[in-house]
């Protein structure tokens, strides 16, 4: 292996057989998970961030309410309390065993994303100023029609840098989908070492595809934390 | 119009409840004009915030209009409609164009149509002068143009009762006029207004009526005039050669 040049090593990893398409099939697996789970993590994460700011304000706290917290606050600790691996894993092994991988690993992730974007919307509702609810509540608006018109779109701007971010944090968390047998980027370098025998390319090569990523992304988070800083000013 | 009995309210703090209200009885009828004054933290907001129900009573009773609104199968948003309420830092929504501000309740009540809400929004707009801030953001305006839009947002749902909490305090001396200003315009045409303000010439001009309010009770309340020259209550004339010192 030593005396073959980095050329023909590169050529073997990557040209022969066109093998470099398991990155670019993995990438593109890779990107559909953590846009759809993202997706479904906000949408559980403001689902859960209601039902607890709701219930840290009424007064008169429901049964239902009462419940729906409690299973809030179960999934919550349940979600943090473990890691991301093995929800993954008792997924497809456990819970829904005939489904699609990619199905799996969206759910999956999404389940897992939602725990933590929920905390962020609720800060988000939370750093809305009080007067907001007040004018509304005063216009006559309802509850839920103040909440949803004035407050969540404050609300969603505030965290919109946070749910970014989010989304770069996911995109490697991503990385453990081969754990399912799933072809994201991660696998795909590891396919190409299986076939090769050869670690180093591959391997660098989808570290570099994803840092990558990742400076872009965050470029891109610094314009829309400028943008929104600026029309704070406006 | 409105009127309230034996009203109490109690805050419960991490150090323990504190009675912001003692037993207030007040009626305010069609048409008038109530200046509340008092020392900081007696709870005149607090009694006017009860009025559209934004703090619950403790106890005691809110009529308006005949009808008992601090009851459970009141429909509080439908009250509040028909009252509308101006708050010391504006609560304009950030996120919205002054005309959505505008719009907004009147529209999503259906007590409008759009276009409906919209030609009123720009009437009210031109009649307070700042009918080319249409489209711009609160952020954009200054603290008396914010509080003016914050008046007509109110006015758009054509409420029968104005309540203001200190609407100039958070202003800029030189732009209490322009707001005072509007609020006086509405007083003369006939709109009922519970005022809570430290402004004394607005009193002195516009109400018929000034409530004294210490410690969570009225102490005194009077005609302008007679409540101004001549102070019956030791707290009261504390209170004034403070204020007006
Ligand atoms: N939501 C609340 N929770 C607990 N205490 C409160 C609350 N709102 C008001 N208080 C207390 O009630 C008292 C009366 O407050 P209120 O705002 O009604 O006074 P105020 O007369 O309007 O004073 P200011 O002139 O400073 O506006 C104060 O001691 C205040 O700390
Ligand atoms: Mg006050």
């Known amino acids: ?234 | 119009m409105i009127s309230v009995k034996n009203l109490y309210k109690t805050f419960h703090n991490l150090s323990g409840p504190v009675e912001v209200l003692k037993g207030i009885n007040c009626e305010i009828r069609k048409g008038e004009k109530v200046v509340i004054v008092g020392p900081s933290g007696s709870g005149k907001s607090t009694f006017l915030r009860c009025m559209n129900l934004l703090e619950e009573p403790t106890s005691g009773e809110i009529y308006f209009e005949g009808k008992l609104i601090n009851a459970p199968d009141v429909d509080i948003d439908k009250v509040r409609a028909q009252m509308g309420m101006v708050f010391q830092h504006f609560n304009l929504f950030p996120h919205l164009t002054v005309r959505r501000n505008i719009t907004l309740a009147p529209v999503l009540l259906k007590l409008q149509s759009k276009e409906e809400a919209d030609e009123n929004a720009m009437r009210l707009l031109k009649r307070i002068g700042l009918d080319d801030k249409s489209e711009s953001y609160p952020n954009q305006l200054s603290g008396g143009q914010k509080q003016r839009i914050a008046i007509i947002r109110s006015l758009a749902m054509n409420p029968k009762m104005m309540l203001f909490d200190e609407p100039t305090s958070a202003l800029d001396p030189e732009m209490v006029g322009e707001v005072l200003s509007v609020m006086k315009e509405l007083a003369a045409e006939g709109m009922t207004m519970a005022v809570v303000t430290h402004e004394m010439n607005f009193a002195k001009e516009v109400a018929n009526r000034v409530l004294f309010i210490d410690d969570g009770q009225i102490l005194e309340e009077n005609e302008p005039d007679a409540f101004f020259s001549n102070p019956q209550h030791p707290r009261t004339k504390d209170f004034l050669s403070k204020i007006l010192s």
């Not at chain 1, 989908?177 to 991660?186: E, H, M």
């Open chain 1, 1 to 234: 292996m030593n005396e073959r040049t980095l050329m023909s090593r590169l050529y073997d990893d990557f040209i022969y057989q066109n093998r470099y398409l398991y990155l670019v099939k993995g990438l593109g697996n890779t990107v559909v998970i953590t846009v759809f789970a993202l997706l479904i993590g906000v949408l559980i994460g403001v689902f859960i961030a209601l039902v607890r700011v709701n219930y840290q304000q009424s007064k008169k706290k429901g049964l239902l309410l009462r419940l729906a917290n409690l299973a809030c606050g179960l999934y919550l600790t349940v979600i943090r309390g473990t890691p991301m691996v093995v929800q993954l894993m008792i997924m497809y092994f456990v819970i829904w065993a005939s489904g699609a991988p990619i199905m799996i690993a969206i759910l999956s992730f999404g389940l897992n994303s939602g725990a933590y974007v929920a905390e962020v919307i609720r800060s988000g509702i939370q750093s809305v100023d009080r007067g907001q609810t007040e004018a509304g509540r005063s216009l006559g608006l309802s509850a839920g029609r103040t909440m949803r018109v004035i407050i969540l779109p404050q609300a969603f701007k505030n965290v919109a840098p946070a749910i970014f971010n989010e989304f770069i944090v996911l995109l490697k968390e991503t990385s453990v989908a081969g754990y399912v047998g799933i072809q994201d980027l991660t696998k795909g370098g590891d396919i190409i070492r299986s076939i090769t025998y050869d670690a180093f390319p591959p391997l660098i090569a989808v570290a570099i595809v994803y840092l990558v990523i990742v400076i872009c992304l965050t470029q891109v988070l610094h314009v829309i934390e400028g943008r929104l800083a600026k029309s704070d000013l406006r």
